[in-house]
């Protein structure tokens, strides 16, 4: 079993940068094939995609929403997960969201929620304009 917590969340003006963090405890992911991922949700609509990364190798992927602006990052010693958020818009006014799997998700489903086993309650982040 695996505990997520995600924290680094607030109120940033459009153009600032925010650090989301994703804790996780209980079954480590040091040297696994596992993959982690942020997802991203706004009332009434469904999840989406925003960033992943492979643990073992440190791959990542990026919704094109989010690309060339977020950084995903892992610190295995630390069993934690990162999203640097840079240039910041309205639009990316969510709760945020961190999902990790020990499985090694194949690359067509990296970017689907359903894909991963363990998810945080979510942190708000708020861009004005």
């Known amino acids: 079993q695996v505990h997520l917590v995600e924290s680094g969340g607030g109120l940033v003006q459009a153009g600032g940068s925010l650090r989301l963090s994703c804790a996780a405890s209980g079954r480590t992911f040091s040297s696994s094939n596992g993959a982690a991922a942020w997802f991203r949700q706004v009332p009434g609509k469904e999840r989406e995609f925003v960033a992943a990364?492979?643990?073992?190798?440190?791959?990542?992927h990026y919704a094109d929403a989010v690309k060339g602006r977020f950084t995903i990052s892992r610190d295995s010693a630390k069993n934690t997960m990162y999203l640097q958020m840079n240039s910041l818009k309205p639009e990316d006014t969510a709760v945020y969201y961190c999902?990790?799997?020990?499985?090694?998700?194949?690359?067509?489903?990296?970017?689907?929620?359903?894909?991963?086993?363990?998810w945080g309650q979510g942190t708000q982040v708020t861009v004005s304009s």
């Open positions: 999902a990790a799997d020990h499985s090694s998700i194949i690359l067509s489903r990296i970017r689907v929620p359903e894909a991963y086993a363990y």
């Open positions: 990364i492979r643990w073992g190798g440190g791959s990542t």
